[in-house]
């Protein structure tokens, strides 16, 4: 069975400083992996997805992600964090069956002045 | 419109009462989701329907009531329903649930309060 894993519930940075939010994918076939990010009372957005063909991502809003499949993960960076990217993000897996995603539980972003 | 929308956007309902919630996509998706999101919890996935066909019932209590008319629209039907219920319920629509590497596209979503 799929399942995604998102270390940390909960991550703060300041402004301009890296953002890193972590997560790891467990499947037994290749997966397609897919950011998602929830602004307040708001649905959740597409940032970004890895479908095989290149390892590195790049997204919306200046977020990127690497597949490394060694290490089965898909962590989310943006060089230089801002006030506006205070939301909650998801990462989520494709399942082989049905296209159905099985989402992480989340990591709430917020950023400092 | 565009994208997913869904109305109404917050909704307060006693347990006795009778509600739906309705979702519209303009993607030209064949596929519509419903999710719950509550605090704290995973999203989790409720309904699936493929083309006006429902493919996916998630052990979801009968006091849910998902139609699907049409593949625009999307509704959830409520009634009689407990406190813990009381969540953020989205609506998603994808292109083909077949193909692995197509994205959902979400509604904002209703956010549901039952007293």
């Known amino acids: 069975a799929q399942s995604v894993t998102q270390l940390g519930s909960h991550v703060s940075v300041s402004e301009g400083a890296l953002v890193l939010l972590r997560c790891n994918y467990s499947s037994s076939v290749p997966p397609y992996l897919f950011w998602y990010v929830q602004y307040p009372n708001q649905g959740l957005q597409l940032l970004l997805k890895?479908?095989?063909?290149?390892?590195l991502v790049k997204g919306i809003n200046g977020f990127e992600a690497e597949f490394k499949k060694s290490e089965t993960s898909f962590h989310l960076t943006k060089p230089s964090a801002h006030m506006s990217d205070a939301a909650e993000y998801f990462c989520?897996?494709?399942?082989?069956?049905?296209?159905?995603?099985?989402f992480g539980q989340g990591t709430e972003l917020s950023v400092k002045p | 419109e565009t994208g997913v929308t869904q109305t109404p956007r917050h909704l307060v309902m006693g347990m006795t009462n009778k509600k739906s919630l309705k979702c519209e996509q303009h993607l030209g998706h064949n596929a519509m989701y419903w999710y719950k999101q509550s605090a704290k919890k995973p999203l989790e996935l409720m309904f699936v329907?493929?083309?006006?066909?429902?493919?996916e019932n998630n052990s979801v209590p009968s006091r849910f009531s998902p139609e699907c008319p049409n593949s625009s629209h999307l509704f959830l039907h409520l009634h009689t329903l407990q406190p813990e219920d009381s969540a953020l319920y989205l609506c998603?629509?994808?292109?083909?649930?077949?193909?692995?590497?197509?994205?959902?596209?979400f509604g904002p979503g209703t956010r549901l309060t039952v007293t």
């Open positions: 890895y479908t095989s063909a290149a390892t």
């Open positions: 329907y493929n083309f006006k066909e429902q493919t």
């Open positions: 989520a897996v494709s399942r082989n069956q049905g296209g159905k995603l099985i």
């Open positions: 998603a629509s994808s292109q083909d649930p077949s193909v692995y590497s197509y994205e959902q596209y």
